[in-house]
């Protein structure tokens, strides 16, 4: 059974970055079937895809934040991590990591981690 | 605003049927068949239900089935139970490497 746990501060000031961590335990990240993906929610609202990683460090992302972001993979820890720079009251939400698109599953995102709130604010 | 067109609330009793809308264009819903489908209930992480459109997740109950016609993607709920209160959110590739999801859509269980 593949779990996801997203890590990180849960408050960041207005134009800092904004620095997240997904563990993933269960299965490898180096999987050739699936990419990883974040995504968010801010409170009460609906999901917003934010990017991808692929095992190889191939990299997709949502073009409403492309200069923003970045996404990239620690190996060693099974880790997949999220950068967001220069973030704004509008980046207040829950933040989640998924496995996901894959090819097994329809390029849909089969497993997801708990989430974490994280809150811009000065 | 989002990218997918869900109804903001559907309702229903037990034991009966619902069907969720989630209307796309040309460019997403309607020129591939990567729609999935997703449960979510209050404070929780949304759960997968419905890829590629139609097809479940092993171990999922059967009351769940999703179909798409065109550019509209449609999930139903047969067999209305308690449980199934929850909002229910779209998503569709849409091409370029991006994928979009609708607006989410909350099932009342009356």
């Known amino acids: 059974q593949v779990q996801l746990q997203e890590s990180g501060p849960g408050l960041v000031t207005p134009s800092q970055t904004l620095s997240l961590s997904c563990t993933v335990s269960?299965?490898?990240?180096?999987?050739?079937?699936?990419?990883w993906s974040w995504i968010r929610q801010p409170a009460g609202k609906g999901l917003e895809w934010i990017g991808r990683?692929?095992?190889?460090?191939?990299?997709n992302y949502n073009p409403s934040l492309d200069s923003r972001v970045t996404i990239s993979m620690d190996t060693s820890k099974n880790q997949i991590s999220l950068k967001l720079t220069s973030v704004t009251a509008a980046d207040t939400a829950v933040y989640y990591c998924a496995r996901g698109p894959g090819s097994r599953t329809g390029e849909a995102f089969d497993y997801w981690g708990q989430g974490t709130l994280v809150t811009v604010s000065s | 605003q989002s990218d997918l067109t869900q109804p903001a609330s559907v309702s229903g009793s037990p034991g009966q049927s619902i069907t969720i809308s989630c209307t796309g264009s040309s460019s997403d819903v309607g020129s591939y068949n990567f729609v999935s489908w997703y449960q979510q209930h209050p404070g929780k992480a949304p759960k997968f239900i419905i890829y590629?459109?139609?097809k479940r997740p092993s171990g999922l109950s059967h009351r769940f089935s999703g179909s798409i016609f065109g550019n509209t993607a449609s999930l139903t709920i047969s067999g209305l139970q308690a449980e199934d209160e929850a909002t229910y959110y779209c998503?569709?590739?849409?091409?370029?490497?991006?994928?979009?999801f609708g607006g989410g859509t909350k099932l009342t269980v009356l």
């Open positions: 590629e459109g139609s």
């Open positions: 269960g299965g490898s990240i180096t999987t050739y079937d699936y990419f």
């Open positions: 990683i692929y095992f190889d460090g191939n990299t």
């Open positions: 998503c569709s590739y849409a091409g370029s490497s991006l994928w979009v």
